[in-house]
């Protein structure tokens, strides 16, 4: 009886050690070197952008290197959902102006969908119009603040995009938050490592017609070495 009772424990302690490093495992898919800082009026956010989304990566280190989001606007923000920028138009945009046009002149992004890459809070992501292939836009993105979800609502969004969660990803969205209804809709190429925040307090603004903030929040961006 007392070697059954070892022998269980030593089960249980690899059961949980096991479940522990699972939990813990990094993703491959949201590794990266590259990182940027984006300074606002309202503070400093840090992002790492993905190894595994070339292609938003190299056009977001792009424009960033060329100055292109310099004295652009957040214009865009609803509180538990995302905060939206890198409309070129927004640059000396006069008070009230309708925003979020900006950039179609320029060649979209193919979408670079992964089941692995996920809305979580603090997601990094791109903006796009509703054309059939999803592509996105090659300069507006958002940043995920989301909220957090309920186990049904995880079943219900997997049934409607087809796809499956982790059990980590399923603990990400409900204890972290974020916005899986976007999941495998638009591309999602980096994340915030620091900053979190900053997302919190520039959601959070009075705004006027069309979620645009009355104060500008105002963005700088520059590569980390």
Wanted: glycine share 8%; with cysteine; aromatic share 10%.
């Amino acid at each position: 009886m007392k070697s059954k009772i070892i022998l269980f424990f030593v089960a249980a302690f690899f059961t949980l050690a096991f479940t522990s490093i699972a939990q813990t495992a990094k993703n491959p898919y949201t590794e990266g070197k590259s990182k940027v800082k984006i300074t606002t009026s309202m503070g400093v956010i840090i992002v790492k952008l993905y190894d595994s989304t070339p292609k938003h990566r190299d056009n977001f280190i792009k424009l960033v290197q060329t100055g292109f989001y310099d004295s652009l606007l957040f214009h865009r923000v609803i509180q538990g959902f995302m905060i939206q920028g890198g409309d070129p138009s927004s640059k000396n945009a006069a008070a009230g102006a309708m925003l979020g046009m900006g950039g179609g002149d320029m060649e979209r992004i193919p979408a670079e969908f992964n089941k692995n890459i996920i809305h979580k809070k603090g997601a990094l992501c791109a903006a796009r119009d509703g054309n059939p292939t999803k592509a996105s836009s090659a300069c507006q993105f958002y940043l995920v603040q989301g909220k957090p979800s309920s186990e049904s609502e995880l079943f219900s969004i997997e049934q409607q995009n087809g796809i499956t969660y982790t059990a980590q990803q399923k603990n990400t969205y409900k204890t972290v938050g974020g916005t899986a209804f976007l999941d495998m809709n638009y591309t999602v190429f980096g994340e915030v490592v620091s900053g979190l925040d900053v997302i919190d307090k520039i959601a959070a603004v009075k705004k006027g017609s069309a979620d645009r903030p009355i104060e500008n929040v105002m963005m700088k961006m520059e590569m980390m070495k």
